[in-house]
């Protein structure tokens, strides 16, 4: 079953590439979910490498690292694409040069499968994405189609929202009154 709001996220066990590493070899590493207990996770699909989109997501929540790190909340994005694939992107790419969260790669399509965003067909994953709380509960999932990419201020404001651990209003933006 695919992941869902208010249940356990999928527990995946990944190869990532992580272009923050000095050394080549250790920027291929592997990424588990339960490691992550105690932090949120942002985690981000997106359909593949070398596209236009998807580079501006990419580097859009980059430059957001910040405002999730003092959140608490660790980021990472996936796609269908080997380690390989991401470390050339990253490599030709001026934008993704600056990487600074890992890359997951999902060339099995289990990862994509099992969070509910895999495009069968095509082999690669919608634009989805999900915030997993510190107990490891799928809290907030979004999944958009291949053509348009993400608002990186809407997933920290939703972010924001949900550790104040109140009733938030619509447009609700962090500083602002809660309901409770």
Known sequence: MAAQVGKPAPAFEVQAY???????????TTIKLEELKGKWVCLFFYPLDFTFVCPTEITAFNDALGEFESRNCALMTASTD?????????????????LKYPMLADTNHKLSEDYGVLLEEK?????????????????WL?????????????????????QTDKLVPCNWKKGEKTLN
Do not use: M
């Open 142 to 162: 979004a999944i958009h189609d291949l053509s348009v990419g993400r608002n990186v201020d809407e997933v920290l404001r939703v972010l924001d929202a949900f």
């Open 18 to 28: 992580d272009r923050t590493k000095d050394n080549t070899d250790d920027q291929f």
């Open 82 to 98: 080997s380690v390989y694939s991401h470390k050339g992107w990253c490599d030709s790419h001026p934008g993704l040069a600056e």
């Open 123 to 139: 082999g690669i994953a919608y634009r989805g994405i999900f915030l997993i709380d510190p107990e490891g509960i799928v809290r």
